[in-house]
């Protein structure tokens, strides 16, 4: 079954950089477009960044815009979001996404707070 395992998150000071990574299985990796989601405390989940099966579309949420960026390597089935000038508003759990038949499949999340 399909499987989504986030790491890389953690602690880091306003204006430092991360990077996610999100190991995928259980599917085609190569031929499904992928997605990064985030949900802050006591807000909704939100759709951060999305990356197309062979990396030729990327397309950012406007809040992200210019400071992250996706990419993928499907010889190794993974993903990443790299994350520069973080700020306190991207406190949050990132969720790496993939919807296949209808079926929308999560990870478990990985934590990054930004934060002084």
């Known amino acids: 079954q399909v499987q989504l395992v986030e790491s890389g998150g953690a602690l880091v000071q306003p204006g430092g950089s991360l990077r996610l990574s999100c190991a995928a299985s259980?599917?085609?990796?190569?031929?499904?477009?992928m997605n990064w989601y985030r949900q802050a405390p006591g807000k909704e989940r939100e759709w951060v960044a999305s990356?197309?099966?062979?990396?030729?579309?990327?397309n950012y949420a406007d809040s992200v815009k210019g400071r992250f960026t996706i990419s993928r390597d499907n010889n190794k089935n993974m993903m990443y979001l790299q994350m520069n000038s973080l700020k306190p508003e991207d406190t949050a759990v990132y969720y790496c996404?993939?919807?296949?038949?209808?079926?929308?499949?999560w990870g478990q999340g990985t934590q990054v707070t930004v934060s002084a």
């Open positions: 996404h993939v919807r296949r038949w209808g079926v929308h499949n």
């Open positions: 259980g599917f085609t990796f190569r031929v499904e477009n």
């Open positions: 990356i197309s099966s062979r990396s030729i579309t990327l």
